[in-house]
Every structure is written in C-alpha cells, then in structure tokens.
C-alpha cells in the first residue's frame, strides 16, 4: 500500500452528525442494558393483552414449521 492511498477510519460514527453519533450511542446504551429489550417484551404483552394471545403462537408456530421444513430439506 502507498502512502498516499486512501486509510480507512477506525471510528465508523466519524462521519455521522453529532445528533446521529448521539443517538445511536444511546440506542446501544440501553439495548446493552437491557432498557429496550424490557420496553419492547412490555410492548409485546401490552398487544397481546388487547388483541390476544394468538400473535406470539402464531409467530411459534411459523417458526416451528419452518424449522420443520429446513430440517425435512437436508
């Protein structure tokens, strides 16, 4: 490599405004605390209370099925 060429930065945020920088900081603040996670399975039971339980059983049973079919194709 030349000297002159171009050297990829080691801050990925770098060229990010700060409003961005900031956000994305906190994003990763509160998922890593496990702030998010908590709102979003509070989220989820507050729907499911309101409209029922058969969205989380219907999503189980997607996954299920299709784990059924990636192991029926192999």
């Known amino acids: 490599m030349s000297v002159s060429a171009e050297q990829p930065t080691t801050d990925i945020l770098a060229h990010l405004p700060r409003w961005k920088r900031w956000g994305l900081c906190a994003i990763a ?37 299709y784990g059924m079919w990636v192991v029926m194709s192999l």
């Open 29 to 65: 603040a509160m998922t890593i605390t496990g702030i998010l996670p908590m709102l979003a399975c509070a989220a989820l039971f507050a729907v499911c209370d309101v409209v029922g339980w058969w969205i989380p059983l219907a999503a189980l049973g997607a996954m299920v099925a």
